[in-house]
């Protein structure tokens, strides 16, 4: 069994169900008339999405923001988890300064949802720390506290976005594999392939991830976007079980620089500009996914323990 197979089932033999009463603003049992009570709805299910790419320096954190925001911007409740433990960036990319950050969670001074910053337009950020030694070297038994605490959540989002770190450790697959989602993020860089490629090999040789959706960043032309996606789909066509989707491009924009320049998110500052429609075209395409593959899955997941959440079948035609 491999080393991660191995934390992946110690983390499984953990696994509780977070169960809490109701508290003030909470969902109460409405009383009949003949004094029996009817359950309260239950929770609503939100959607989690982990962007990857195994290579570092390939647009990850810029594109979790923008896509985050641009759903934020379209009315959706999101929330932004920085999975970079240790060297979190996406309060940077906002412009934020977080007194708090994931370590603060884990050892109990704070809760989840104290923890969340606000953003421009509703969006929610958790931030985790940059330069904190003790968060780059969180074993698998503290990945698996920081999942499970978004069962915790009394109102969860409707999206909960990922931006996972670099490479292929534990932290980097654990975050993913437990997203209902995996966005891969490639480049015109032949690291970039190759390390999207082992990525995806890991996830689903060792957590049975099968669906990936492919974001072509910094590209200089359409063409270029769809070579990039044939390239990744070919190899992993031939050698792994997977089905892979073209989610859409980010092209070279001077624009997107001066945003991270200026520590907001393009489709906030130049929402016409042409980084910001291949947002807006990678936002819009989220709703056309399906719903998210519950049933069966034996692994650890993002809301996976809350109450009321049954699984789901992929919708007829949905993406697999």
């Given at each position: 069994?491999?080393?991660?197979?191995?934390?992946?089932?110690?983390?499984?033999?953990?696994?509780?169900?977070?169960?809490?009463?109701?508290?003030?603003?909470?969902?109460?049992?409405l009383a009949?008339?003949?004094?029996?009570?009817?359950?309260?709805?239950?929770?609503?299910?939100?959607?989690?999405?982990?962007?990857?790419?195994?290579?570092?320096?390939?647009?990850?954190?810029?594109?979790?923001?923008?896509?985050?925001?641009?759903?934020?911007?379209?009315?959706?409740?999101?929330?932004?988890?920085?999975?970079?433990?240790?060297?979190?960036?996406?309060?940077?990319?906002?412009?934020?300064?977080?007194?708090?950050?994931?370590?603060?969670?884990?050892?109990?001074?704070?809760?989840?949802?104290?923890?969340?910053?606000?953003?421009?337009?509703?969006?929610?950020?958790?931030?985790?720390?940059?330069?904190?030694?003790?968060?780059?070297?969180?074993?698998?038994?503290?990945?698996?506290?920081?999942?499970?605490?978004?069962?915790?959540?009394?109102?969860?989002?409707?999206?909960?976005?990922?931006?996972?770190?670099?490479?292929?450790?534990?932290?980097?697959?654990?975050?993913?594999?437990?997203?209902?989602?995996?966005?891969?993020?490639?480049?015109?860089?032949?690291?970039?392939?190759?390390?999207?490629?082992?990525?995806?090999?890991?996830?689903?040789?060792?957590?049975?991830?099968?669906?990936?959706?492919?974001?072509?960043?910094?590209v200089r032309?359409?063409?270029?976007?769809?070579?990039?996606?044939?390239?990744?789909?070919?190899?992993?066509?031939?050698?792994?079980?997977?089905?892979?989707?073209?989610?859409?491009?980010?092209?070279?924009?001077?624009?997107?620089?001066?945003?991270?320049?200026?520590?907001?998110?393009?489709?906030?500052?130049?929402?016409?500009?042409?980084?910001?429609?291949?947002?807006?075209?990678?936002?819009?395409?989220?709703?056309?996914?399906?719903?998210?593959?519950?049933?069966?899955?034996?692994?650890?997941?993002?809301f996976g323990?809350?109450?009321?959440?049954?699984?789901?079948?992929?919708?007829?035609?949905?993406?697999?």
């Amino acid at each position: 069994m491999t080393t991660l197979a191995m934390n992946q089932a110690w983390g499984l033999s953990n696994l509780f169900s977070a169960f809490h009463s109701p508290g003030e603003g909470e969902a109460r049992p409405l009383a009949t008339s003949s004094g029996n009570s009817l359950p309260a709805a239950p929770p609503r299910r939100c959607r989690a999405i982990a962007v990857a790419g195994g290579k570092g320096g390939v647009g990850k954190s810029t594109v979790a923001v923008n896509l985050g925001m641009t759903l934020a911007m379209a009315g959706r409740e999101v929330a932004l988890l920085d999975a970079d433990l240790g060297l979190a960036n996406l309060d940077v990319l906002l412009g934020l300064q977080p007194s708090r950050h994931i370590g603060h969670l884990l050892d109990g001074s704070c809760t989840l949802s104290e923890l969340m910053l606000p953003a421009p337009h509703g969006l929610k950020v958790i931030p985790a720390g940059s330069g904190a030694r003790r968060l780059a070297q969180l074993d698998t038994r503290e990945h698996a506290a920081v999942i499970r605490a978004f069962d915790e959540l009394p109102d969860p989002p409707e999206f909960l976005i990922v931006d996972t770190a670099a490479g292929v450790a534990d932290n980097v697959v654990m975050f993913a594999a437990a997203a209902d989602d995996v966005v891969l993020v490639v480049c015109d860089e032949p690291a970039s392939l190759t390390d999207a490629y082992a990525l995806t090999k890991v996830l689903s040789r060792d957590f049975c991830v099968r669906r990936f959706h492919v974001v072509a960043n910094m590209v200089r032309h359409a063409g270029e976007a769809r070579q990039l996606y044939d390239k990744l789909a070919r190899v992993c066509d031939r050698f792994l079980d997977v089905a892979l989707d073209f989610m859409g491009a980010v092209p070279y924009d001077e624009h997107l620089r001066q945003a991270i320049r200026r520590q907001s998110a393009v489709v906030d500052l130049w929402p016409a500009s042409r980084s910001a429609r291949g947002f807006k075209q990678m936002a819009g395409a989220v709703d056309t996914w399906g719903e998210p593959l519950r049933t069966g899955r034996d692994r650890i997941a993002f809301f996976g323990g809350q109450v009321g959440l049954a699984p789901d079948p992929v919708r007829e035609g949905g993406a697999r």
